[in-house]
């Protein structure tokens, strides 16, 4: 089963909120479209500028999204309404902002300005912390799934700030290159940064020993971790999707490449599982059991952009390179992940 949608552009981002009763759906004419039980509500309309990261807070009760205005827009979720309202807009005059990210546990917004990472605390309405990258551009932020720590990728390194003390000088990860994507691992034991220069970092947080990975086709634009006792680490990279995992009885990492004909668009673990999704050129969806095997490809007309999986695993969002929306229901069950 299936519900389709269809806004005027290329869809640029789409995300689910943590309690998975919304789905957030952004464009590159500017749209901001809410997703709720079969409903399509256009919050934002088309407009000049595009908009490229949207994100919820964690309790649910705030909605995020920026672009190339230069401007974050906060969204409130109404106390006895299901309706979002605009509350506040930071501007950061002309600065094209295509990261943000909420902290896992508080009402902390961290956005990528240029060379610097800003957090805006939505209950005190005001700015936390302005974090200088330095470097270059910030390319990607990432919380510590604790909170306690927040990363930024950038050219030469991933920096990492400590959330109780902003002004200390963060720790950083040395890169050869610059570092487009930066993920911690679900519990937050590894850091991975996927890199221009053809390699994936990994740091193991808890000793600070890193490894460096070579030999990828070409740059490793994104980089994502499975839910799951044993993390399972997918990288991006031209027509392939590069799979590791770490194996205990050789102490090092071995990997797997998942061949596609076409540039990989867009690639996502299902929640507590090893099921791994990816979108590419080829048009379609490919799933791949444990990360390993081709099982199933959904829809194999439309060249999708994006992906997002509801928390459960019950529902599966993909946006696509027309505008168009398809919504996916798991048909058996959420172990077998069998898609109608």
């Known amino acids: 089963m299936s519900h389709k949608r269809q806004l005027s552009e290329y869809i640029t981002a789409l995300v689910w909120s943590n309690q998975g ?49 230069g401007k974050v827009s ?55 912390a302005e974090l200088n990258f330095a470097d270059s551009s910030v390319f990607n932020i990432a919380w ?25 000088p963060p720790e950083t990860l040395e890169l050869p290159g610059s570092s487009l994507d930066c993920a911690w691992s679900s519990h937050g034991d590894y850091l991975a940064s996927g890199n221009l220069d053809r390699t994936i970092s990994l740091l193991d947080w808890g000793n ?57 668009q867009a690639i996502t673990f299902a929640p507590n599982s090893s099921l791994l ?14 990360a390993k095997k081709l099982t199933k490809i959904l829809s194999g007309k439309i060249k999708f952009s994006c992906l997002a999986w509801n928390p459960t695993g019950d529902y599966l969002a993909a946006g696509g390179q027309n505008g168009e929306v398809i919504i996916w229901q798991n048909s058996i069950s959420s172990s077998s992940r069998g898609f109608g």
């Open 21 to 69: 009763n919304y789905l957030a759906i952004v464009t590159a004419a500017g749209e901001l479209a809410l997703w709720q039980q079969g409903n399509l509500e256009i919050l934002t309309a088309s407009h000049d500028y595009s908009l490229d990261c949207v994100g919820f807070s964690q309790d649910g009760h705030y909605l995020a999204t920026a672009g190339q205005e």
């Open 74 to 128: 906060i969204w409130q979720l109404g106390v006895n309404s299901p309706k979002f309202t605009p509350i506040t807009t930071l501007d950061q005059g002309n600065a094209w902002i295509d990261s943000l990210a909420w902290h896992p546990q508080k009402n902390l917004l961290a956005f990528a300005v240029n060379r610097q990472v800003q957090v805006w605390d939505v209950n005190q309405g005001q700015v936390m």
């Open 144 to 168: 510590h799934p604790q909170g306690k720590f927040l990363a930024a990728s950038g050219h030469g390194s991933v920096k990492v700030w400590n959330i109780e003390n902003w002004s200390d």
């Open 208 to 264: 600070r020993s890193h490894w460096l990975i070579q030999g990828f086709p070409g740059k490793v634009s994104k980089v994502v971790w499975s839910n799951t006792s044993d993390p399972v680490l997918a990288g991006s990279c031209q027509d392939a999707v590069i799979v590791w995992q770490f194996n205990n009885e050789i102490n090092n990492w071995q990997n797997l490449v998942l061949q596609h004909d076409q540039a990989i």
């Open 277 to 290: 999704v990816s979108a590419s050129n080829d048009g379609g969806i490919q799933l791949w059991s444990r």
